[in-house]
């Protein structure tokens, strides 16, 4: 397999599906080695057919020793750690007086707390390496633009961002970039429902000037340009890949919920 990172070595996170998904298969694609970690081993069988050149690692991103062994097995494995993507999260809402508190740290543990325990160990193995390297963590439009129901989720992907500037702030000594990738509405498997809501869609859509959900390819590529060589003088930036929703805001959804 010849591309683009045919001498790189990266772990990815929620690459079972939707967009950690597309990153996995377009770093493969490029020549590249992964470990993919993911709760679910039966969506890491899809990059079976490029053998030795992927690992999967079943791995919650809410446990410290789930993320240290998954990065072990990159090093083990491959020898090195050149690139992370921190793509994990889930979506769950509701309205802020009916918000449970479980519902809150549900969202908030596997959105914002597993982009830094997952940052925390990439950096420090690629530290370890002398190299540096490029970490890129999984944001949201929301954390621009607020939803009905959305308080939990669209707080942890500004936290995402805010993180992700922090991170990007200490580590630009070691070499090591840490950008932000904000998806706008994104045809994944997180997504379906919604999208087969036709008076949703339609409200959506009215919404976003390239009048269509984007594909989880279009978000992988907007993480490798971030990752890769020719953003070699790039850190601590987010970049929104929403077809330009973030220009007319969000609709109110509130007869959605
Ligand atoms: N789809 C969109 O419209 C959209 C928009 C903005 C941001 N995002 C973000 O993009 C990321 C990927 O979303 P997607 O649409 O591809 O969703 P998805 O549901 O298709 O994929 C998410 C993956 O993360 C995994 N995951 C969830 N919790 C985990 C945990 N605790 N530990 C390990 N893995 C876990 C799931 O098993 C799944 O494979 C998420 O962070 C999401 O918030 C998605």
Redesign the pocket.
């Known amino acids: 397999m010849h591309g683009r990172f045919e001498d790189s070595v990266a772990f990815v996170?929620?690459a079972?599906?939707?967009?950690?998904a597309a990153v996995t298969d377009a770093l493969l694609r490029a020549g590249a080695r992964v470990v993919g970690?993911?709760?679910?081993q039966e969506?890491l069988a899809q990059f079976a057919d490029y053998g030795d050149a992927f690992r999967g690692h079943v791995?919650?991103?809410?446990r410290e020793s789930d993320i240290v062994a998954g990065v072990e097995a990159a090093l083990d494995t491959f020898g090195t750690l050149d690139m992370a993507f921190n793509?994990?999260?889930?979506?769950r809402g509701a309205p802020i007086v009916d918000l449970e508190e479980d519902l809150w740290d549900f969202t908030v543990d596997?959105?914002l707390k597993?982009v830094y325990l997952s940052t925390k160990h990439e950096a420090r193995a690629m530290r370890a390496t002398g190299r540096g390297g490029a970490i890129v963590n999984?944001s949201?439009?929301n954390a621009h633009v607020p939803m009905h129901t959305g308080a939990a989720y669209s707080s942890a992907k500004a936290g995402v961002e805010m993180f992700t500037k922090n991170a990007a702030l200490e580590l630009a000594r070691d070499g090591i970039r840490v950008n932000a990738v904000l998806?706008?509405?994104?045809d994944?498997?997180?997504?379906q429902r919604r999208l087969v809501n036709k008076p949703l869609m339609d409200t959506w859509l009215e919404r976003i000037p390239q009048g269509r959900p984007g594909r989880?390819e279009e978000v992988a590529a907007a993480c490798l340009f971030l990752a890769g060589p020719e953003a070699t003088y790039i850190t601590g930036t987010s970049l929104v890949v929403d077809g330009g929703w973030e220009i007319t805001g969000y609709p109110d959804l509130r007869r959605f919920a």
């Open positions: 996170t929620g079972a599906s939707g967009i950690g970690a993911d709760l679910h969506g791995a919650d991103v809410t793509v994990a999260g889930v979506s596997r959105v597993g999984m949201s439009l998806p706008g509405l994104i994944t498997p997180l997504t989880p």
